[in-house]
Nanobody, 122 residues
Framework: QVHLVESGGGLVQAGGSLRLSCAAS????????MGWFRQAPGKEREFVAS???????????YYADSVKGRFTISGDNAKNTVYLLMNSLKPEDTAVYLC????????????WGQGTQVTVSS
């Protein structure tokens, strides 16, 4: 079992920045990849970014086209925590951001956090 706790959400004006954190506990050694999805009211959950533990290059990080160049994902292995730095925020970034953890390259057995609300005002 992997337990995920997100933090860092809040209300910010358009153009502003936020940094989300996702702290993992439990069977963290079984985590291969962590990342973020988001879900806005009335919309489907969509992928935001992913981070592979132990990767040498940031080239292994993936981003949705809608956030490329604005969001940066990173990880702290010692703290079992993944971060999502969000710059140049737009109102359309408003959503609940959910952290996830995968044990392998597929999403089989994926763990989810409870989510943190991000609201961007225009």
């Amino acid at each position: 079992q992997v337990h995920l706790v997100e933090s860092g959400g809040g209300l910010v004006q358009a153009g502003g920045s936020l940094r989300l954190s996702c702290a993992a506990s439990g069977r963290t050694f079984s985590s291969y990849r962590m990342g973020w999805f988001r879900q806005a009211p009335g919309k489907e959950r969509e992928f935001v970014a992913s981070y592979v533990w132990g990767s040498i290059s940031s080239a292994s990080n993936y981003y949705a086209d809608s956030v490329k160049g604005r969001f940066t994902i990173s990880g702290d292995n010692a703290k079992n925590t993944v971060y999502l730095l969000m710059n140049s925020l737009k109102p359309e970034d408003t959503a609940v951001y959910l952290c996830y953890s995968d044990a392998g390259i597929t999403d089989r057995g994926r763990y989810w956090g409870q989510g943190t609300q991000v609201t961007v005002s225009s």
